[in-house]
């Protein structure tokens, strides 16, 4: 398998800060948090862990109720002050100990916190791949830049589709009727 393709023995998904006080703020924010539930959910369904960051979830409040209903019960968020979610205590730790080497990224900001993730996750020798479908900014143009910098800094573009395609490898995977239904 190519060294670019996602493997679901070494992934996994982190949601940044998809959180509700973004929600009358983030122009399209009523289309990347069903998004990124969809994105949520199917990883679930493929067995692969789910990371979720939250950035002062005192000021911003909580994750996103369309997310935190894909959710388990019981989930752990990693909250932070950090733009970085390597800021968050206790991230990084929780990436090493699931034994992964591939980081797949949707949320918000894309040129702050989704950003800046994705570099720090690049320096720790993590691979990044970025949900292109699933990050957004207030402004396109910060959106797009920020999509620019993470590129050349090595992060994979994908999207949803292609990444639960990409972990299941084959429609004769068991969940392959699951996840189709998830992503019409």
């Not at 670019?4 to 940044?16: E, F, G, H, P, S």
């Not at 929600?23 to 069903?34: Q, S």
């Not at 969809?38 to 679930?44: K, L, N, Q």
């Not at 979830?57 to 909580?62: A, S, V």
């Amino acid at each position: 398998m190519h060294p670019q393709i996602l493997d679901k023995t070494k992934a996994a998904l982190v949601v940044v800060d998809i959180q509700e006080a973004f929600r009358n703020v983030i122009p399209d924010f009523e289309l990347i948090a069903p998004r990124a539930s969809t994105a949520v959910s199917g990883f679930r369904v493929l067995g692969i862990p789910v990371l979720v960051t939250e950035q002062y979830p005192k000021g911003l409040g909580p994750t996103a109720e369309e997310i935190r209903l894909a959710l388990p019960d019981g989930y752990e968020t990693y909250e932070k002050t950090a733009f970085s979610s390597c800021g968050a205590p206790l991230f990084v730790d929780k990436l090493t100990e699931l034994g992964v080497s591939q980081v797949v990224l949707c949320g918000l900001e894309t040129h702050i916190c989704v950003s800046q993730t994705a570099h720090d996750l690049l320096e720790r020798g993590f691979q990044v791949h970025i949900l292109c479908d699933c990050v957004t900014s207030r402004f396109e143009y910060n959106r797009l830049a920020g999509l620019q910098k993470m590129r050349r800094a090595g992060v994979i573009e994908s999207s949803i589709e292609m990444a639960l395609f990409e972990l299941m490898r084959d429609a004769k995977h068991e969940q392959f009727k699951e996840i189709q239904a998830l992503i019409k």
